[in-house]
């Protein structure tokens, strides 16, 4: 739907994994009720979300990882990583 896919990647001292789509999808429908900069994002699946080049990564990470951490998704830690996928261009 977007142009743009971004790679969500949790990284910790151990390691790095995928971030679960349903974390994707908590943030994101929790977004589309009070966060209108982030309305242009699509959970795709496991560690892939689509976005507009209107998304700011840096503040979408900042979100994200702020939102993971109240959720207690995040193990202690553990941090947010975005990484635009081959073939998608980053305007920022």
Do not use: H
């Not at 929790?30 to 700011?56: H, I, N």
């Not at 990470?61 to 998608?88: H, I």
Request: glycine fraction near 6%; include cysteine; proline fraction near 7%.
């Amino acid at each position: 739907m977007f142009a743009r896919k971004i790679r969500v990647v949790l990284q910790s001292a151990e390691g790095e994994r995928a971030c679960p789509l349903k974390y994707l999808d908590n943030f994101a429908m929790r977004s589309f009720t009070g966060e209108t900069r982030f309305d242009e994002l699509l959970p795709v699946e496991e560690g892939l979300l689509e976005a507009s080049f209107q998304v700011p990564l840096p503040e979408l990470r900042d979100a994200l990882e702020d939102w993971f951490r109240r959720k207690s998704y995040l193990q202690p830690g553990e941090q947010v990583s975005l990484q635009p996928t081959s073939g998608s261009q980053s305007s920022s």
